[in-house]
């Protein structure tokens, strides 16, 4: 217990800055809805105390934890959800191929902004004795070309398929919060084989502080401007994208939506498609307050645990059990969903979440498609992967998929290295390299 107050007192001093912090931008002509929302967000923590059975059944992960901590915590049932005074740019669908969620006032939000500041106090403060031995590094980039390794394995032999890869260029699309060293190992599996690669990740404190013809924009179109240009220097130049959860398919879906009205013949030269933890098709307020909690509060956030399995030596079977959030974020998950049940219902919002949206359900580009998921994804329902993958199925593309049941969140390499490369070779040989060898 003494450990797990350690990470729940700064956890807690977080989201009370954070409530403190956006308190002052209220404006008056919101002070109605925010008391019904103060009251709605009391009677939920209530009725979940007085009976916790019923609203298990009825609530989403986030309330699995005991509730008289919830009870002891005298700012949660206080709780008023912050409605910020921002103004809502519309979107120029001829010129602007951001993410969707980019495309919205949820990253200019200072309740977000906040909220992200706030919980950086939850990271303990390095030693005085080590800050001097720690070098410098330099300033994250947006996105790395990476080359291909001159000894790179090629399983093969063959030097049609070596030609192939060297032709070829894999986008990794990073997930929220994700730098470029989190790609790294990606990247550098993907130049052992003799593939080309570019990682791409939208740093945090630019997502939250997203302007339209910001710097997160302009990078996007750069990106996608870089693409176009090398695929048309010469003839036979392909691409894969790799994307992480769904801020990396939405990056995707972007990166579509230019090439088809910049030029409709790009989507022609995409030859896979690999979806790590994505994709939920449906703005889903829950499915985003869990994937901006587990940005905010990075390994403190249950989303970065998986499920943990037990044998019964009696009756020789297996029992799968799953961690339970800690009070604080159950609080925070709280204030997000409820912040994103009025923000993705905006208009404007709603409107451009349903263009991108309906481009990667119904427009994916004729080339095949593999989904890596997990069943203890704690942001991603694999019940939402499994019905997207049914879809596309019946929409006729090929696509490969695999559970890995009890890894996290954007973590089944790390857990689980043989398989996920395994799944990764076996997609490229039989599918990405056919097709290029064809054209």
């Not at 924009?217 to 769904?246: I, R």
């Not at 230019?258 to 994505?278: E, M, N, T, W, Y």
């Not at 901006?292 to 998986?306: D, E, P, Q, Y």
Request: glycine share 4%.
């Amino acid at each position: 217990m003494g450990s797990l107050s350690g990470i729940q007192r700064p956890l807690v001093a977080a989201v009370a800055v954070a409530m403190a912090s956006v308190s002052g931008d209220l404006s008056e002509r919101f002070q109605s809805l925010m008391s019904s929302l103060s009251c709605s967000t009391s009677k939920q923590i209530d009725s979940y105390i007085s009976n916790p059975v019923k609203e298990e059944a009825n609530s989403s992960w986030v309330s699995h934890v005991p509730v008289s901590r919830l009870a002891n915590l005298s700012f949660v049932t206080g709780i008023r959800v912050p409605i910020p005074n921002i103004n809502f740019p519309i979107c120029n669908s001829t010129r602007i191929s951001v993410p969707t969620m980019l495309c919205s006032p949820i990253i200019s939000s200072p309740v977000l902004v906040n909220l992200y500041n706030s919980a950086q106090l939850a990271k303990a403060s390095m030693p005085n004795a080590l800050v001097d031995s720690v070098p410098t590094l330099p300033t994250d980039v947006l996105y790395r070309w990476h080359l291909p390794e001159p000894n790179s394995i090629d399983v093969s032999g063959t030097p049609d398929c070596s030609l192939a890869k060297s032709r070829t260029v894999v986008v990794l699309l990073g997930w929220l919060g994700s730098k470029q060293k989190h790609l790294k190992r990606y990247a550098e599996w993907y130049t052992s084989r003799g593939f080309h690669v570019i990682t791409f990740t939208f740093p945090m404190s630019e997502v939250i502080s997203y302007q339209v013809g910001g710097k997160a924009e302009q990078n996007v179109e750069l990106l996608v401007n870089h693409l176009a240009d090398w695929l048309e220097e010469e003839h036979g130049k392909n691409l894969v994208f790799h994307t992480f959860s769904n801020t990396g398919w939405l990056t995707y879906g972007a990166i579509l939506e230019k090439f088809h009205r910049q030029d409709p013949s790009l989507v022609g030269r995409i030859r896979g498609c690999i979806v790590d933890s994505a994709p939920v098709a449906v703005a889903d307020p829950q499915v985003w307050a869990s994937g901006f909690s587990a940005a905010f509060l990075k390994k403190h956030s249950v989303a970065t645990k998986g499920s943990t399995s037990s044998n019964e030596s009696d009756i020789g079977s297996k029992e799968v059990g799953e961690p339970k959030p800690a009070v604080t974020e159950t609080a925070l998950l709280l204030v997000l969903e409820k912040f994103f049940e009025l923000v993705l219902n905006l208009p404007t919002v709603h409107r451009r979440l349903s263009d991108v949206l309906g481009l990667l359900s119904s427009r994916q580009p004729k080339c095949p498609q593999l989904y890596i998921y997990s069943s203890a994804d704690r942001v991603i329902p694999a019940e939402s992967v499994e019905s997207f993958i049914e879809e596309q199925r019946r929409a006729g593309h090929e696509v490969w998929a695999c559970n890995f049941v009890s890894t996290p969140h954007v973590d089944h390499f790390r857990n689980d290295p043989k398989l996920y490369t395994t799944q990764l070779s076996q997609f490229l040989e039989d599918c990405v390299l056919t097709c290029s060898k064809r054209s």
